[in-house]
């Protein structure tokens, strides 16, 4: 059981760059989500699918798209990147509201 | 906005002392969770309480929710270098399914 798989797991873009961040996961969860760690901070939801075919956007969606393409998969697009969005981006999967999320090995992005 | 403030920020203790994390808001959720993060990893869930006034323990940590749902604290007996990482919680709003993480507690442990 592979769990939440996230690719890449580093990355390094040019100021305007596009690129997406791919989140599959095996455990039939309904609902996923993205967030980005600043270094020392916690965490920071982007956006999120409380099921297929919903997306909602979460604290700081600015600059981000996302796509639920099945129940598996969640991915997150940057169009044109900028250095603030330099972070670690962690994908998540819950069956449910007050369920255990479950958290990939993240994606580290530095945008230069 | 709702937020979720942790404190202290950082903790740096010797093995066997006792400490508490505190995670305030003024918002009311629905449930809280508690998660813990080694570094270049994702954060492991260690406990949701979803009661008010509701307290769990899991070996040497005792968390607690507040009675009106806007605050919870995590309690480490005898702390040992193993615990050692970056302690968050995390709070939902009922309906929602989306969830607010803390701002982070990282407890260093001195053996």
């Known amino acids: 059981n592979a769990g939440v798989t996230q690719t890449p797991k580093f990355q390094v873009l040019k100021t305007g760059q596009s690129m997406t961040l791919q989140c599959a996961q095996d455990?039939?969860?309904?609902?996923m989500y993205w967030y980005r760690q600043d270094p020392g901070m916690g965490l920071r939801l982007i956006y999120y699918s409380a099921s297929e075919g919903t997306t909602d956007k979460g604290e700081v969606p600015n600059g981000y798209n996302v796509s639920r393409l099945n129940k598996r998969e969640f991915s997150l697009r940057l169009e044109s990147a900028a250095p603030s969005q330099t972070s670690v981006y962690f994908c998540?999967?819950?069956?449910?509201?007050?369920?255990?999320?479950?958290f990939g090995p993240g994606t580290r992005l530095l945008v230069l | 906005t709702q937020l979720l403030e942790q404190s202290p920020q950082f903790l740096s203790i010797q093995e066997g002392e006792n400490l508490t994390v505190y995670c305030n808001s003024s918002s009311v959720f629905s449930s809280l969770q508690w998660y813990r993060q080694e570094p270049g990893e994702g954060p492991v869930l260690l406990v949701t309480v979803v009661t008010g006034g509701e307290v769990k323990k899991l070996k040497r940590l005792t968390f607690q929710f507040g009675d009106a749902r806007k605050d919870s604290s995590l309690h480490i007996t005898a702390a040992q270098p193993g615990d050692t990482g970056l302690y968050l919680c995390a709070g939902e709003t009922s309906g929602t399914y989306k969830y607010i993480f803390g701002t982070g507690t990282r407890l260093k442990v001195l053996a």
């Open positions: 455990m039939n969860h309904n609902s």
């Open positions: 998540a999967s819950t069956q449910g509201a007050k369920e255990t999320q479950y």
